[in-house]
């Protein structure tokens, strides 16, 4: 019988992250009879592919070369995601307890004109990570990289609004962008708008397939079900990440637009203008 859920999972020397998740899957109410986990390694130098082997023999696992992490995605979805109605991808930092992913299948199973949904995301001290966020304008990835903490004041009302700080994190909430560390989409529906574009190596691949899967049915937060993830910020810690989210932002602002963009500024304005509490009623 083909499994309920695919669960995909993409690593790059993620030795030494890698085992709370492998240990979060195991204990998964729905593992192993309805999940299959396949894992793609991009390149590892480590022994990321050895301990997941060790730790959850069940997953199934291919080596592919580096070409990136929506690249690694759909390659475990060709050869495997068709197989179930529901597709998980996760990064390897991830971490939840036993009934998330049941959760998550369950929602979308009572849902059917749902797509995609993403649980609350938590760091490793417990606080929200603040990863609902509208689709972003040249301008807000600038502030929010380059501009300096004691300059960030001057543009508050502006980065309230990007990350939606007017609403409440508690309640189910429509978001124009959901974060790739752990997003749930329908397999018919991420076949339907061509899967992660693969020109995105790292970066923005998940806010260009949001974009898509967004024209089918609004993608929705929920509070509910939660996940703790590690958040690298790779682009923080190194000149390289750094480069690599330049690039990114360069191919998504001259896909989408540099300044004219009707899609996001329409997508933008109905997540606005959304009453949370009534939603939380239809849900």
């Known amino acids: 019988m083909n499994p309920l859920l695919t669960v995909s999972v993409v690593t790059h020397n993620s030795e030494e ?3 709370e ?4 899957l195991r204990g998964s109410t729905l593992f192993p009879e309805r999940v299959r986990v396949v894992v793609a390694d991009n390149g590892s130098l480590d022994s990321t592919v050895e301990r997941v082997r060790d730790l959850l023999p069940e997953a199934e696992v291919i080596r592919l070369p580096n070409r990136g992490y929506g690249f690694g995605h759909n390659e475990l979805f060709r050869r495997y995601g068709r197989q179930s109605p529901y597709f998980l991808i996760l990064n390897p930092d991830i971490s939840f307890g036993p009934d998330l992913l049941e959760t998550l299948t369950d929602f979308l199973l ?3 004109d749902r797509c995609a949904l993403m649980p609350r995301v938590l760091g490793p001290n417990g606080k929200d990570q603040e990863l609902v966020q509208l689709l972003p304008t040249p301008a807000d990835l600038f ?3 380059f501009i300096p903490a004691p300059l960030r004041s001057l543009f508050s009302a502006r980065e309230r609004r990007y990350r939606m700080a007017s609403f409440s994190r508690d309640l189910p909430l429509e978001v124009p962008h959901l974060s790739g560390c752990c997003l749930m989409v329908r397999s018919e529906a991420f076949e339907r708008v061509g899967l992660f574009d693969e020109r995105f190596f790292l970066y923005m691949e998940d806010i260009d397939l949001c974009r898509r899967l967004g024209e089918i049915s609004p993608l929705l937060y929920l509070p509910w079900a939660s996940v703790t ?4 910020r790779l682009s923080y810690r190194s000149l390289h990440g750094l480069l690599l989210h330049l690039s990114s932002a360069w191919k998504y602002f001259h896909k989408w637009g540099w300044r004219r963009d009707p899609l996001r500024d329409e997508a933008n304005q109905r997540a606005t203008d959304q009453d949370q509490r ?6």
């Open 229 to 232: 993830h590690g958040f690298d």
């Open 278 to 283: 009534r939603l939380s009623t239809l849900l």
């Open 110 to 112: 009572k849902h059917p």
């Open 21 to 24: 998740l492998l240990g979060s």
């Open 143 to 145: 502030l929010r990289r």
């Open 17 to 19: 992250v890698i085992g």
